[in-house]
């Protein structure tokens, strides 16, 4: 099994190359039907058309979302718990497959950067998900687990024959994955966009949506390279 990269450093040196590498990528990849679907949500790192990286503060649970005494029609319902409790889970497993990837010889810096850009925005929205979860948990509102699936999740065959390759093929096995991986985010987001109740669950679920939209049409071009 490889290992992580293990130093912040490197990690950090990749990301500022990543907002180079990936940007223009992603600008090419659907960028109008991006930004419709992102307005109003919530941030973390978001590439913009321009390639650079731009941080927004919204990205933790507003007080509305989070403080029981809010609106009552902002009270969550299934469809907003259900989505945050599988949602953390489906973006740990694409964290598992970036650092994969980073721990990998020989691949193309887009890709290095791409998965990089990936760990660091979605570990964001794991921290921000386990928040907004705690804090109605403990106010006893839907404290219950729920059921539901996981659209396209790797199985763990799928993650060790991964790991096994080098080179070319590994990155076009992580394409593979990754692309998969997200149509099936988009599946859940769509999902908690007509389903959900919370203003925190549908907009961090149309910033989901939205990035990684562009995210599956930048690592298709990339793909068609290969």
Do not use: C
Request: no cysteine.
């Amino acid at each position: 099994m490889r290992r992580p990269i293990a130093t912040t450093v490197a990690l950090a040196v990749v990301l500022v190359a990543g907002a180079a590498m990936v940007g223009p990528r992603l600008a090419a990849a659907d960028a109008a039907r991006a930004a419709e679907r992102i307005d109003g949500a919530p941030g973390s790192t978001v590439m913009s058309a321009s390639g650079r990286a731009a941080t927004s503060d919204a990205l933790m649970p507003s007080e509305a979302g989070v403080d029981p005494t809010g609106a009552v029609d902002d009270l969550p319902n299934d469809a907003d718990m259900l989505f945050a409790m599988m949602m953390i889970p489906h973006h740990e497993q694409a964290v598992e497959l970036s650092k994969l990837l980073a721990a990998t010889p020989d691949i193309d810096e887009f890709s290095i950067s791409l998965a990089a850009f990936i760990e660091t925005d979605q570990t964001k929205e794991i921290a921000a998900m386990h928040a907004w979860l705690e804090a109605w948990h403990g106010v006893g509102v839907m404290n219950h687990a729920g059921g539901g699936t996981m659209a396209g999740m790797a199985t763990p065959e799928q993650i060790a024959e991964f790991d096994s390759l080098s080179g070319a093929a590994a990155e076009a096995r992580f394409l593979d994955l990754m692309i998969a991986h997200h149509r099936g985010a988009l599946a859940m987001a769509d999902d908690a966009i007509a389903d959900g109740r919370n203003s925190y669950i549908r907009s961090l679920a149309k910033h989901i949506a939205a990035e990684q939209e562009r995210e599956i049409a930048a690592m298709t071009l990339r793909l068609d390279e290969l």
